[in-house]
């Protein structure tokens, strides 16, 4: 029995609520002795590690890191290693892109290449009205390439969504991306017979594109990875869980993922107090909110340890606003660790926090990883979070006689 069976057989609905604040890539490692969680001034923060019970997080397993879809899935309690979803479909939906059971999907980031290696995976981070302007162009040049239509949809700064529409279309790729900055672009490759069309055609489409975008000064390529068709298998958070679950989110593959688990994706603005504002303004009608924070995330991959402190203290400000709703279960963690020593995601275990009557407070003073790792909790695994928070909820029936 796994936990999705052991879940369908014990949850039970209550009008408890939930509050799961996800601040992305959160995690890090020291910089002159301290991560950027030490170095921060988060005294509210720190007041709920001295609140809650705390632990550390590994969203798969030790060693392995995470993308952000099964990173987030762990955390909903999705085994990664059965539900792996493509990084194109989450992109997709997100962005409201319509997809077909035969299409193809795939995120792209515009890029910048020079003499033949890519030297910004992000293309400076353009903006998002400039990543209009170049999808714009290229489904006026490019619009079809042996039968098969190609669209491309903007999302936010360097971001795009590609749909493949077509007879014969295969998912089954290797990403185009080599994933580093440095390195030559490397060439989509089919993992089945069957996929050896749509490689081939994906190729084809990147060498058109880089003769189409020649004169631009940094978004001159485009790299593609987590290709993807509509899945067909993952429950919904409402069946799996009986709840009624809205996320709070402005980046289109979170918003993609909790859609296709059947949360209802709220609007909110760019703004960091816009995502409190709108957990207060919708706090009476659902029982689980999902709250993601993404500029810590940004700050890691870009290096910016400074930024990413500051992106801390930001967030801190805003706390005592989900002690005041008072939840029967706060929760304050992140999906994966984005060092900025590593300017990627990594390995490392994630800081947790959990704030419930039904969970006695632990020693732990301080929200670092460090001091989390001194917490009851101990080290976990992610998928086990989605179960104390329904259990600390009084969601759970008894298990067995």
Same mark, same amino acid.
């Given at each position: ?147 098969? $239509?190609?669209?491309?949809?903007? #999302?936010?700064?360097? %971001?795009?969504?590609? /749909? ?6 295969? *998912? !089954? ?120 924070? $993404?500029?810590?995330?940004?700050? #890691?991959?870009?290096? %910016?340890?400074?930024? /990413? ?6 967030? *801190? !400000? ?62 976990f695994p992610a998928l086990q979070a989605m179960p104390l928070m329904l259990a600390c909820a009084l969601k759970l029936k008894k298990f067995g006689a």
């Amino acid at each position: 029995m796994n936990w999705e069976t052991l879940a369908r057989e014990l949850v039970q609905p209550t009008d408890s609520k939930i509050v799961l604040l996800v601040m992305d890539g959160l995690g890090g490692l020291p910089v002159n002795g301290q991560t950027e969680l030490e170095a921060a001034r988060k005294p509210n923060l720190d007041e709920t590690a001295r609140r809650g019970v705390c632990g550390l997080t590994d969203p798969v397993f030790m060693g392995i890191t995470p993308g952000s879809g099964p990173a987030h899935l762990s955390l909903f309690g999705y085994d990664p290693l059965h539900y792996q979803l493509g990084r194109g479909i989450l992109e997709a939906m997100g962005t409201g892109v319509e997809v077909g059971r035969d299409d193809v999907v795939a995120r792209g980031n515009f890029a910048t290449l020079r003499h033949g290696l890519v030297v910004d995976r992000r293309a400076g981070r353009i903006s998002s009205e400039e990543n209009g302007r170049l999808c714009q162009l290229l489904n006026q040049k490019l619009p079809e390439i042996n039968g098969i $239509k190609i669209s491309l949809y903007p #999302g936010k700064e360097h %971001r795009f969504v590609l /749909k493949l529409s077509g007879p014969g279309l295969s *998912d !089954a790729l290797t990403d185009a991306d080599p994933q580093k900055e440095g390195k030559p672009v490397v060439p989509a490759r089919a993992l089945t017979p069957e996929a050896e069309f749509t490689a081939a055609l994906v190729n084809q489409f990147l060498e058109e594109l880089k003769t189409v975008l020649a004169a631009e000064p940094k978004a001159n390529y485009a790299l593609l990875r987590g290709f993807s068709k509509f899945p067909s298998h993952l429950p919904s958070m409402p069946d799996l869980y009986q709840l009624r679950p809205a996320a709070i989110a402005n980046y289109p593959m979170y918003r993609g993922l909790t859609r296709l688990l059947g949360m209802e994706v709220l609007e909110v603005g760019p703004e960091t107090g816009d995502i409190f504002s709108v957990l207060e303004k919708n706090y009476d009608r659902y029982n689980f909110f999902y709250l993601h924070y $993404k500029k810590t995330d940004s700050a #890691g991959e870009d290096g %910016r340890y400074e930024d /990413k402190v500051k992106a801390i203290e930001e967030i *801190d !400000a805003f706390i005592p606003r989900l002690w005041q709703l008072k939840p029967e279960v706060l929760v304050i963690t992140s999906d994966h660790s984005t060092p900025s020593v590593l300017k990627s995601h990594s390995w490392h275990p994630n800081p947790f926090v959990l704030v419930s009557d039904r969970a006695p407070a632990d020693e732990v003073s301080r929200f670092t990883e460090k001091d989390c790792a001194r917490g009851s909790l101990g080290r976990f695994p992610a998928l086990q979070a989605m179960p104390l928070m329904l259990a600390c909820a009084l969601k759970l029936k008894k298990f067995g006689a």
